[in-house]
Nanobody
Framework: VQLVESGGGSVQAGGSLRLSCAAS????????MAWFRQAPGKEREWVAA???????RYVDSVKGRFTISEDNAKNTLYLQMNSLKSGDTAMYYC????????????????????WGQGTQVTVS
């Protein structure tokens, strides 16, 4: 399984970006996917997740501003980010786990077995 993120960049506060995560090598159709972010000197933080039925969850700090979605036909995960703030500046990572629904420590990076290389988002 390979995950490749794209769409990061530099944007002014209040602006928008859409991140993409292209997945390949899937042999299993039911999975959970998530976005994490990591700012310099901080731990990797769970941002949003989507399960195999399309259910979504968000960290409180991005609710109402970020939207996670997926296009199953394209095997692509998205994160639409609006009203960006300087506090959103981080490397953003796509993660996946071959389980259909969240359980236990799904907010922790260790719950996910597949990761992309990350895409940088800078908000000034």
């Amino acid at each position: 399984v390979q995950l490749v993120e794209s769409g990061g960049g530099s944007v002014q506060a209040g602006g928008s970006l859409r991140l993409s995560c292209a997945a390949s090598g899937w042999t299993y159709s039911r999975y959970c996917m998530a976005w994490f972010r990591q700012a310099p000197g901080k731990e990797r933080e769970w941002v949003a997740a989507i399960d195999s039925d399309g259910g979504t969850r968000y960290v409180d700090s991005v609710k109402g501003r970020f939207t996670i979605s997926e296009d199953n036909a394209k095997n692509t995960l998205y994160l639409q980010m609006n009203s960006l703030k300087s506090g959103d500046t981080a490397m953003y990572y796509c993660a996946a786990e071959r389980r259909p629904y969240w359980s236990g420590d799904y907010l922790r990076p260790s719950w996910y077995n597949y990761w992309g290389q990350g895409t940088q988002v800078t908000v000034s």
